[in-house]
């Protein structure tokens, strides 16, 4: 679980399947055994196929907090005569932690609160062709319901 450091880059192979790199900073908090408190931060590099590289174009921003769920996979190259190597996470399940209506009202819970208390939603400038371009997804609380796209 950690915050996005960039916007996702969404790309796609020659047959046509959306890939996404996302690049996650998880940061720890401790204290040492002098009571010295520290912090560290760990950066992954996120890849997701498919609808979830799609979905994750579409509603990710930096700084967007996620849940990723996968595989970790060591990519090995060599650069210049040198051996190079990057230990990476495929990503099986991209839950994302705030709706993109909150985040982009940057109203988001805080973790383990759950999600915000919504406001009564206000009549749009534009009527209906304006509501129609936000995310239904947006409009109702789903919970963790595994058939939505995201």
Known sequence: ????????????????????????ALKRRYRTAQGEDKEEVCYVTVTAWGRQAETSGQYLKKGSPVFVEGHLKMDEWEKDGQKQSRLG?????????????????????????????????APAAGGEAANAAAPAAADEDHGDREDLPF
Do not use: C, K
């Open 1 to 24: 679980m950690g915050n996005l450091t960039r916007d996702p880059e969404v790309r796609h192979t020659g047959s046509g399947t959306a890939v996404a790199d996302l690049r996650v």
């Open 89 to 121: 996470v495929v990503a099986e399940r991209i839950q994302f932690l705030s709706s993109p209506r909150r985040a982009e009202y940057g109203d988001t819970p805080a973790p383990g609160r759950g999600p915000a208390p919504r406001a009564p939603a």
